[in-house]
């Protein structure tokens, strides 16, 4: 984009076609930041017009932060997007002081920022009576004061992405969450909450009744953590969404969070990838899910799900009757994990989507998977990438093609299968009226092969999605 110099050259924009307004490049420090008064006569968009205001690189002081205000005067001006910018303290006190300029103001979004002398910032935002969603990424220094978060009681979405929030700050943060009556939205994600900082949190769940969405994922959150949150779900009634992806919870936070699961009503997904959970974690939610009917879907990717795990679950899976997606992706499923697992799924009624991928499944264990569709025609999204089957699997996914109605999306990706078994699966999708997405990408077929898989597009006229 082109730098612009000078007021004169300013005033030649047409802020009217503009949805994003860069601060930066309309403004050149060292001469229009003295020019308010020039400045305030430049041509204005009309009251209908939403404006978002972008500034990236530089520093925000007392007169940078008078002209931001200023490019607002009779502008809509909705949104705030600052990135990699250093707010100092007369620039943050200045900002917001004209509270009529930025009385339409949504949402900011703060992207790599220091506020080492900019602190009061977060003061100053609860004057903004419009805003309803804050998003801040790599932020640093943020401020330890209890009235530093106020704002945090009117907002919808708050997002605060590697900010090294640790328990310090969640000790003035949190509790204007059990305040808030309007907050749906809160990720926290790659921070340094822990279990004490979680333990804040919770008591903030506990009494706040507007949240649906909550996202810890990488918070270095152990079995203590997973206590306190599960003492708050056993209260909190309006939590739609947990994700506590990539803690640590292990087998003890997840005998916690299994007792909250008997009670709580309202959860329906839950996140809990790569949390050290083994065969006795999966036992003890898998007994919840026998009572559970809020959970739908369900995500235990990289957790070591044992035969005696795996055994568990699928009896859960029998009479479960609320979920609908399951994933058990890099689990180490076993051939005789499979066979438990394809019991189950011939009889529960529920299941639509089950992610398998990257575990050791050879052609023994995709025959469970099979026989269990006939069986259960309710499950029809499966995801099989990184296993191990080859043509001879092919072959018995041929007859499931050809008799099977249900199936709508298959990715067999980066397995074992060749020509043969691309020519299997290109016979019995020419007869197939279901599958819409089939993925075969990271497989040894050569060119026959792909020809055969084009050649029964000719004739199959569901497959939107074919990949290979």
Not at 328 to 345: K, V
Request: proline share 2%; with cysteine; net charge negative.
């Amino acid at each position: 984009m082109k730098k612009i110099l000078g007021l004169a050259l300013v005033a030649s924009i047409d802020f009217a076609d503009a949805a994003v307004i860069p601060v930066k490049e309309i403004m050149e420090f060292h001469g229009v930041c003295t020019q308010l008064e020039e400045f305030s006569k430049l041509p204005k968009t009309s009251k209908d017009s939403e404006k978002k205001l972008s500034m990236e690189d530089g520093v925000i002081g007392e007169a940078q932060a008078n002209v931001i205000s200023m490019m607002s005067y009779g502008v809509l001006t909705t949104g705030l997007d600052f990135r990699s910018v250093t707010i100092t303290e007369a620039g943050a006190k200045t900002l917001f002081q004209r509270e009529n300029e930025f009385s339409a103001l949504k949402e900011i979004e703060l992207t790599h920022i220091d506020f080492a002398q900019g602190k009061n910032l977060f003061e100053e935002l609860r004057k903004l009576s419009s805003l309803t969603s804050l998003k801040m990424r790599m932020l640093w220094h943020l401020p330890k004061s209890k009235k530093s978060y106020q704002f945090l009681k009117k907002l919808t979405e708050f997002n605060g992405y590697c900010c090294s929030i640790g328990p310090a700050i969640s000790r003035v943060m949190f509790p204007y969450l059990g305040l808030s009556s309007t907050l749906t939205i809160l990720s926290l994600v790659n921070n340094k909450i822990g279990d004490k900082g979680v333990g804040y949190l919770s008591e903030g769940l506990k009494e706040n009744n507007s949240l649906i969405s909550l996202n810890l994922r990488f918070n270095r959150i152990g079995a203590d953590g997973a206590k306190s949150l599960s003492e708050a779900l056993k209260i909190n009634s309006t939590l739609i969404a947990l994700n506590l992806g990539c803690n640590r919870i292990g087998d003890e936070g997840a005998g916690h969070l299994s007792k909250a699961l008997e009670i709580n009503s309202s959860l329906m997904m839950l996140n809990l990838e790569d949390n050290k959970i083994g065969d006795s974690g999966i036992t003890c939610l898998s007994e919840s899910l026998e009572s559970n009917i809020a959970i739908t879907m369900l995500n235990l990717w990289g957790n070591i799900i044992g035969d005696s795990g795996m055994a568990a679950l699928s009896n859960s899976l029998k009479v479960n009757s609320s979920l609908i997606a399951l994933s058990l992706e890099r689990c180490r499923i076993s051939s005789a994990g499979m066979c438990s697992l394809g019991g189950a799924l011939g009889v529960n009624k529920s299941l639509i989507a089950l992610d398998l991928a990257n575990n050791k499944i050879d052609n023994s264990g995709l025959s469970f998977l099979i026989n269990a569709q006939k069986k259960n025609p309710s499950l029809v999204m499966w995801n099989l990438w990184g296993n191990e089957i080859d043509d001879a699997g092919a072959v018995l996914l041929k007859d499931l093609l050809e008799n099977g109605p249900s199936l709508t999306a298959l990715d067999l990706g980066n397995n074992r299968i060749g020509n043969l078994g691309a020519r299997a699966l290109s016979e019995g999708l020419k007869t197939n009226s279901s599958v819409t997405t089939l993925h075969l990408e990271g497989n040894p077929i050569e060119e026959e092969g792909k020809e055969a898989l084009a050649d029964a597009l000719e004739s199959n006229i569901t497959v939107i999605d074919l990949r290979y």
